[in-house]
């Protein structure tokens, strides 16, 4: 007899396992958009829009066998998910891959792709006519954005505020260095350990001059800004408690097995797990794997046994335009710096376009 496997979030994650799981039972994607997003493409769209088609993937060339239902999830328990529509999809396992949200436009804001790709170009046309850019937060996000506005635009004031003293923290200092040495020779201004005293009186992504000042009295003068912070973890379905207890971060707790504790087929991937590790796709989708093989052997009546361990320290790859960039990978040793080169040629050329187009078919 064959059984049900209900996939929730088409995300990196999720869509891995969906894709590995058709062959093997009757998958049941649930997502309330209407492709796959590759999040990580969302700000080269921005600054390109001839290019941002890139992004998005039909589920439907994702999984030939699977069904998709465009939904969200209201509630879950060990039996299966009741939809926002007051449908319910009945399953023998359960995936949790609902990831999280970040502010516009590092993720869209949009579930449909026609809108999103509509938002994106609103947006390319207000950021074009500005002559100086602030974005507030110089994590990974805001430095990457800062650099494809650099690539595109290359007379553009851009500066880069945040409160934390320490660029990239848990990454190796060879890797920081070069990473200032790039952002240098880009001319993009950092500023780190201040706080604004007030925030832009305008809307972020919307062009209109303004002037800030810095907990240290500095002004900042901009036409435009964007905010680069602020991850919220998409779990308020889980909100009633009917299958487990979320962390105070809205994460649940996970098992080395990937399992939500107290549920032997309930399983969880990416962001919303309780994982002790920066939250990335490339790990979404390292628990994707995990998941697969051990849903895998309990539908062959084996023992899973596949278990999920995070490394010590973040692995990261961090494309500054179509050529430069700085990454931090694990060896034997510990972590080491990745070449320019090579965070080029695998994230920074195409932003793993090619990756998703073998994975789903030519984009939408």
Known sequence: MSRTVAVIGGGYGGAAVAKALESEADVV????????????????????????GNMFFPFETLLTKGKVIRD???SVDGDGVTLASGERVAADYVVLATGSSYSYPAKPASDSVGEALGDLRRTHEELRGADKVLILGAGPV???????IREVWP??????TDPAEQLLPGVVPEV??????????????????????????????????FTVTTSGGEEIAADIW????????????????????????GQVPVTEFLNVEGHENVYAVGDITDVAE???????????????????????????????RPLPFPTILLPLGTKGGVGQLPSPGGPVAAPTAMVSEHKGADLFTARFTAQFGPTA
Do not use: C
């Open 176 to 209: 920081v260095e070069d990473l200032r040495g790039q952002l240098e020779a880009l001319n993009i201004g950092l500023r780190l350990g201040i706080a604004l005293k007030e925030s832009p009186g305008t809307e972020p992504g919307v062009a209109g001059a």
């Open 226 to 249: 964007f905010r680069a912070y602020g991850t919220r973890t998409n779990s308020d379905y889980l909100a009633d408690g009917r299958l487990t207890t979320r962390t105070p971060q």
């Open 278 to 308: 920066v939250k990335m796709a490339g790990y979404a989708m390292r628990h994707a794997e995990v998941v697969v093989k051990n849903i895998t052997a309990r539908l062959r009546g084996e023992r899973p046994t596949a278990t999920y």
């Open 142 to 148: 805001g430095l990457e954005l800062a650099a494809e």
């Open 155 to 160: 007379d553009k004031r851009v500066t880069v």
């Open 72 to 74: 969200r999830a209201a």
């Open 29 to 52: 994607l649930i997502d309330p958009r209407d492709a796959f997003v590759n999040a990580a493409a969302s700000l080269r769209a921005l600054t390109r829009p001839d290019w941002a």
